[in-house]
């Protein structure tokens, strides 16, 4: 794609009152191959230069920006205005500047569309809008006097040059943002290294080894428990065979067992009855009785739910000729009669809320359970009654008596020792959270705990893991870009180098100057014997090099590009600048003409514009000229001397 | 959506009957049952997001207590008017709680929101009842244990 500059309007920036630069031929659209516009220093050069990057790019200023291009002489709003071709297409940006409020807003318009008025917002076509950063616009809207930057400087500028036209930049720009998605990683999913892996694995494994150590407690400590209810029985078994060598005490001792079970029975039975009776809410609770009461007397005095349901109201409004009260129904009765059925409930949901009323209708009373569950409470008490004569029964028989005890007391050891352990149990298995919080169970005392944290550190380490991995593969791209940074750079700087060199042989020829190497900035051979305008061509040779690979074809928009120059390098820079591109576009002041203007070569003798703007002594005026003689005359004083009086002497 | 009970309360009720020589509860019901009364009760549950996430004992409302399931609804649709502060004077508010809580569609005839709210009440009284002391060993003891705890609520 070609892109060119066909015009450039002013009005009311700066001491610009009103200005219009036409770059084109006359009578066509094409643009001329060079432009020269000879403006004094003051006249508006530098500013001009800083308004095309702001209008290409759409850049956002600041109030004190704005207001900087504010005219002495006072005005609300300025314009900058350019006419581009891109292509086949034409289009304008319009850059508006309201100095009252110190905004800037873009527009665009299509001047060869039929009614194409302004268009809100910045524009540029699609192929241009991807490759125009600040960046790269700095590289064909130059400033001259920065060529030297290119030239063994040590700064990075011919290098960044060529990796901005070959668009590796933006590879160069992707890299930090690997990092910061690593560190977004790293943020969410807490380890950060292979040191902090390790340290989860080692917790892992802790507390894996404390989880198989607490199971292994409670096997033990269950097995123990069978172990004690095997002794208690062999004891009990033991006792019993002492009692009954004591024929009265065995009758007794069969006498107790017999109260026992029956006591038991009855135990059973009377829990079995109330267990019924509880299950009925009306009779477990006076409260709950109390509710149902209160709860059907609501339902009662809302009437709910209303005895006459929706549907009844959808029928009488579908189908019936006249209400129940014998009026004809017309359609607005109808109407009403279905809105208002809304607020009646449906046949089923009437059903079920008319169970619940039948229900409460016919609850019990409260039971007296008190007086059940204190009879329960008595037959409990002599039940342990009974066991404890069982088990305190004595012997005639000292001796046996004396080992009956001895039996008894290692009963109740064993069963002391067993309830201790089956507590143990139940602390280590318990995943009741009161219960821990009670007895402070943690980790490494309770094996629901354990397991919790096993797994909460299995997943740390799943984590862990995945971001070390993660990391590791951000590390080998970031490296992989570098490496494919650096290889391309290298191959497209020896070609740089080689395409360069060639050139500057053509310009040059017998005082020609070689670029060694391209490292940051551009190294050339024999530096010593090389003067500083060869230095500046061979960086306007670089760039013209450079422009040769890119995918748009730009305008070389140029400030002062011959003012270093002595007169005999201007002579033998000025073709290579023509050269260069399709279209320069030179803003010039008169003392680097000498030399450099005469030396241009246009594609044809009328192929180039020569404007000459200048201030008058009235604030704000501009006079342009187009003359050719006029350009090569005109000289400012200022320039020519240095001196502080901006006065024009205007050649005939 | 179903009945619900917690494993830890299971495990609370399973400890007592494995202990018990004279008595026994005759189903998860009968477990579910005690726990739920206690927080109707005591007009406290869980909240919704804290339902207990295992897997359901049963769908349906076991012979037992199919005569009297309606009274354990309307305990339960008490309980939510006083948690909610409906005034018992407002007749929509109400109709569309019992409305909410019952569902003529469910063969239990409580809706799937009614059934969550009574799951989240018996894991709440399960709660009171594991706090009130230690845990009975006999289920003649349970029942009078239970009362007493009831009672205060």
């Not at chain 1, 001329?32 to 516009?37: A, D, E, G, Q, R």
């Not at chain 1, 109808?334 to 046949?347: G, P, Q, T, V």
């Not at chain 2, 929101?113 to 399960?126: F, P, S, T």
Request: proline content about 3%.
């Amino acid at each position: 794609m070609n892109l060119r500059i066909e015009e450039i309007r002013y009005k009311n920036i700066r001491d610009i009152g009103s200005l219009k630069l036409d770059f084109t031929k006359s009578g066509s659209n094409q643009p001329k191959h060079i432009s020269l516009v000879q403006m004094p220093n003051g006249t508006g050069k530098t500013t001009t230069m800083g308004l095309i990057r702001h209008l290409i790019l759409g850049s956002e200023l600041n109030n004190e920006t704005v207001r900087g291009y504010e005219p002495e002489t006072g005005a609300s709003n300025g314009e900058f205005i350019i006419s581009f071709a891109a292509g086949e297409e034409r289009f304008r940006l319009h850059m508006e500047l309201d100095y009252d409020l110190g905004t800037i807003t873009y527009k665009h318009s299509y001047p060869q569309r039929e009614g194409g008025g302004l268009n809100s917002n910045h524009y540029l076509p699609l192929e241009l809008e991807n490759i125009l950063t600040e960046e790269f616009v700095d590289l064909f809207v130059f400033n001259g006097e920065l060529t030297d930057d290119f030239i063994e400087t040590g700064e990075d500028k011919a290098e960044e040059a060529l990796k901005i036209v070959t668009r590796l930049d933006r590879i160069e720009v992707q890299r930090p943002a690997i990092e910061r998605v690593v560190e977004k990683q790293q943020q969410n999913k807490g380890a950060k290294t292979e040191q902090g892996l390790k340290q989860i694995r080692s917790r892992l494994e802790k507390r894996e080894k404390k989880l198989a150590n607490l199971k292994q407690l409670r096997n033990s400590l269950e097995d123990d428990i069978d172990g004690h209810d095997s002794t208690i029985e062999d004891l009990e078994a033991e006792r019993e065979s002492i009692i009954a060598s004591d024929k009265k005490a065995l009758e007794k001792y069969k006498e107790y067992q017999s109260e026992i079970n029956d006591l038991q029975t009855t135990l059973e039975t009377d829990s079995a009855e109330l267990l019924d009776s509880m299950r009925v809410p009306s009779k477990l609770s006076p409260s709950f009785h109390d509710d149902f009461i209160s709860l059907l007397k609501h339902m009662q005095i809302l009437k709910l739910p209303r005895s006459t349901s929706k549907e009844f109201f959808v029928e009488l409004a579908d189908e019936e000729e006249s209400c129940i009260c014998g009026r004809e129904l017309d359609e607005e009765h109808r109407s009403e009669i279905r809105e208002n059925a809304e607020k009646f409930l449906s046949n089923e949901d009437v059903g079920v809320l008319n169970s619940l009323k039948q229900r409460l209708g016919n609850i019990s009373e409260p039971l007296d359970l008190d007086t059940r569950l204190e009879s329960l409470r008595k037959t409990r008490q002599d039940l342990k009654q009974y066991e404890t004569q069982q088990d305190q029964l004595n012997l005639r028989d000292d001796d046996l008596e004396a080992e009956k005890q001895k039996l008894t007391q290692k009963i109740e050891s064993e069963k002391a020792t067993k309830e201790n352990k089956e507590k143990k149990v139940d602390l280590l298995t318990s995943d009741d959270k009161v219960l821990r919080q009670k007895h402070n169970l943690n980790w490494e005392s309770n094996i629901p705990e354990a397991k919790r944290e096993v797994r909460k550190y299995k997943n740390k380490r799943e984590e862990a893991t995945d971001t070390v991995t993660f990391s590791n593969q951000a590390n080998k791209l970031d490296a992989i870009l570098e490496e494919f940074v650096d290889r391309a750079i290298s191959e497209v700087k020896d070609k740089q180098i080689q395409k360069t060199n060639e050139r500057l042989d053509q310009i040059l020829k017998r005082s020609s100057v070689q670029i060694e190497s391209i490292d940051d900035s551009i190294n050339l051979k024999n530096k010593s014997g090389s003067s500083e305008g060869q230095s500046l061509a061979v960086a306007y040779a670089y760039l013209s090099t450079l422009f040769e690979g890119s995918a748009v074809d730009m305008p070389f928009v140029i400030d002062s590009p011959a003012v270093s120059l002595d007169h005999k390098v201007r002579s033998e820079v000025a073709p290579v600048i023509s050269n260069l591109f399709d279209q320069v576009i030179a803003f010039v002041i008169s003392t680097e003409k000498e030399g450099f203007i005469e030396n241009l070569e246009p594609a044809t003798e009328d192929d180039i514009n020569y404007y000459t703007v200048y201030k008058t002594d009235k604030a704000g005026e501009l006079r342009t000229h187009t003359d050719r003689d006029f350009f090569m005359d005109f000289t400012s004083e200022e320039e020519e001397e240095g001196g502080p009086v901006h006065s024009v002497q205007e050649g005939e | 959506m179903s009945f619900r009970l917690s494993d830890n309360a299971r495990k609370y009720f399973d400890e007592i009957e494995n202990s018990s020589s004279t008595g026994q509860f005759n189903s998860m019901w009968d477990k579910y049952y005690f726990a739920a009364m206690i927080g109707i009760k005591a007009r406290d549950r869980v909240s919704t997001d804290d339902e207990p996430s295992v897997e359901p004992f049963v769908d349906s409302v076991i012979e037992d207590f199919r005569d009297q399931k309606f009274e354990i609804y309307a305990a339960l649709i008490s309980a939510e008017v006083e948690r909610q502060y409906i005034p018992k004077d407002e007749e929509d508010e109400i109709r569309d709680l019992m409305l909410s809580i019952l569902d003529s569609n469910d063969p239990t005839q409580l809706s799937d929101h009614g059934k969550q709210l009574l799951n989240c009440y018996a894991e709440r009284g399960y709660k009171i009842l594991q706090s009130s002391g230690p845990k009975p060993t006999e289920f003649d003891q349970f029942l009078r244990r239970y009362h007493q705890i009831l009672e205060k609520q």
